[in-house]
């Protein structure tokens, strides 16, 4: 298969000390990379050095063979991003999230899309409702639903199982083996178990 996503010498600090050194990995299309590892052990500060959220102390990210340093506009569009903040809007509705977050990507705005990212999470009944009036899960269900409408290949997820009931953690690794299907490509850490059979697990140690 061919690698789209390389990662080599990853190095990086947090509070001044070291979390990650010299870390490598690769992924190909239609590849998942499931990070675990005790707290502390650096899943996050990777996921974020990823998206370029925290500098890197050394080692290369290169996405089809460039480093994704050389045009961090191109690489944030190719890739969907889910912290442990769900990053929504309170005062907007649900619909009105995602339709922010398509513009915010500089695309062009797909209502379809939107609703079935919407379906695919069953939030349809609740797309007009402020998100600050909705559960945990709820809005946890919003932002996934903020991953799946962006079309993004590469889904960088940071504990994308949190706060979500049996029936939703199923819907997610649904559209989740879907994305992979199609030649996506995703990132997750967790300390729950994905349940995907062509999964890879890194373990990363404190």
Avoid: Y
């Amino acid at each position: 298969m061919t690698t789209l996503l390389e990662v080599a010498g990853l190095a990086c600090h947090r509070g001044g000390r070291p979390v990650l050194d010299g870390l490598s990995f690769s992924l190909a299309k239609g590849e998942l990379l499931v990070l675990t590892g005790p707290n502390g052990s650096g899943k996050t500060t990777l996921l974020r050095a990823l998206a370029l959220l925290v500098p890197a102390e050394a080692g290369t990210i290169a996405w089809q063979g460039a480093d994704v340093a050389a045009d961090r506009e191109a690489w944030r569009s190719a890739l969907a991003w889910l912290g442990h903040q769900d990053g929504l809007k309170g005062d907007l509705t649900v619909r009105e999230n995602l339709l922010i977050a398509q513009r915010l990507r500089s695309e062009p705005v797909d209502g379809d899309r939107i609703d079935d990212a919407l379906g695919a999470f069953g939030l349809t009944p609740l797309a007009r409702r402020a998100v600050r009036s909705l559960s945990a899960g709820q809005r946890r269900r919003v932002a996934l639903a903020r991953v799946v409408a962006s079309q993004a290949s590469l889904w960088l997820l940071d504990e994308p199982l949190n706060a979500l009931d049996a029936e939703s953690q199923a819907a997610l690794l649904t559209i989740l083996e879907g994305h992979l299907d199609q030649g996506g490509l995703a990132i997750a850490a967790t300390h729950a178990p994905i349940k995907i059979s062509s999964a890879r697990t890194l373990e990363l140690a404190p």
